[in-house]
């Protein structure tokens, strides 16, 4: 498959550049939900559109990476389903719908990925896991009340692309989470445990959290039953979080 973008994702899922033939990933654009330029969300919206002229004229299948964090999923209650309503909190979140839209009106053949929070090597410094280490060693992490957090490992998202490639899942969407939502505030305890500091924790406004139903990825990818167990959160967070402290001699400790 040809990957294009050259970022977290585009890094990650280039070692399944020479399987699946026939199938172009959309690995790029807009990563972090706060703060972003109409001028990004439209580069990427018409980047997007390229590559479904591109794959209407040579028959090729389309993976497109959407979000299923709380600026996609923001009502309490039920968990979020793709074949439910959302009712995005954020402009990020609009975006994305907006962009799915596309591609269901679209004659190709595609594939998107719904992601919750995405862990691992070389992420952008306002990403989840890297931001909540750096603020935390600084001192003071900020923080929103009520919020929570489905984590994942980039290594399950790319065996999980995989596997829906592999049984030609096609023009749906599919929310890729642990299906495990836990509280921000365990997760900075178990940041803090492991750093072994304790930061203040600043309060910005309550959120409203919604959990991300994975029934439909349970479905089609059974292999995923085992990141939903109760510690994995803190296997992810133990496995990168030193990659962001950068003390590289106690991650191996």
Known sequence: M????SGFLAGNLATLATSHPGVVVAAFGVSVAAGIPEADFAREATRLYELIFRCERRQEKLVFFSTASAAMYAVPGEAGREDGPVFPSTAYGRHNLAL?????ASPID??????THVVGPAQHAQMLVPSM??????????LYRGARRD????ADLVM??????????????????????VPVERLVDHVEAEL????DREYVRDVASQPVSTARLRRLVPEVARIGCEDYYRRVLSKYLWEYAGDKTAATG
């Open 2 to 5: 040809e990957v294009i973008g």
């Open 100 to 104: 799915e839209a596309v591609l269901a």
């Open 110 to 115: 595609y594939l998107v990925l719904r992601l």
């Open 133 to 142: 280490v750096r603020q935390i060693q600084s001192g003071v992490v900020r």
């Open 151 to 154: 984590l994942i490992d980039v």
């Open 160 to 181: 999980v692309v995989d596997r829906l490639l592999a049984a030609d899942v096609s023009r749906t969407v599919v929310n890729v989470a642990s299906g495990t939502s």
């Open 196 to 199: 072994g500091v304790l930061a």
